[in-house]
């Protein structure tokens, strides 16, 4: 989870400049803080049932029927479960950081 903030240290150690953002929105800092927020969330929160839902009973099906109307491909997105949800968020993270 912490590609991001390992490639910022790894371009400083080749480059001698330490960047702290992607553009002006993420960077390093926002990512560690995104974790630990994550990690807090995750203690006072019943894991077992909290991931497990179906990502159509956490977003509306309006917002999730737009994207499957767009990519027919997508039409199994109100059956997938919300972990299964964010390890594809964070592939596609990790896709747009090497591209």
Same mark, same amino acid.
């Given at each position: ?19 702290? @953002? ?12 995104? $974790?630990?927020? =994550?990690? /807090? ?21 309006? @917002? ?12 199994? $997105?109100?059956? =997938?479960? /919300? ?17």
């Amino acid at each position: 989870l912490q590609y991001s903030f390992f490639m910022a240290q790894w371009e400083e150690y080749y480059t001698g400049i330490l960047p702290h @953002a992607a553009g002006n929105y993420c960077g390093v800092t926002e990512v560690n803080y995104g $974790l630990a927020l =994550l990690t /807090l969330t995750n203690v006072f929160i019943d894991r077992e049932n909290f991931w497990k839902r179906p990502l159509q009973d956490v977003f509306p099906l309006s @917002a999730i029927s737009f994207v499957m109307d767009s990519i027919p491909a997508f039409d199994f $997105l109100p059956s =997938l479960q /919300l972990k299964h949800f964010g390890v594809l968020l964070w592939a596609a993270m990790i896709g747009c950081l090497v591209m």
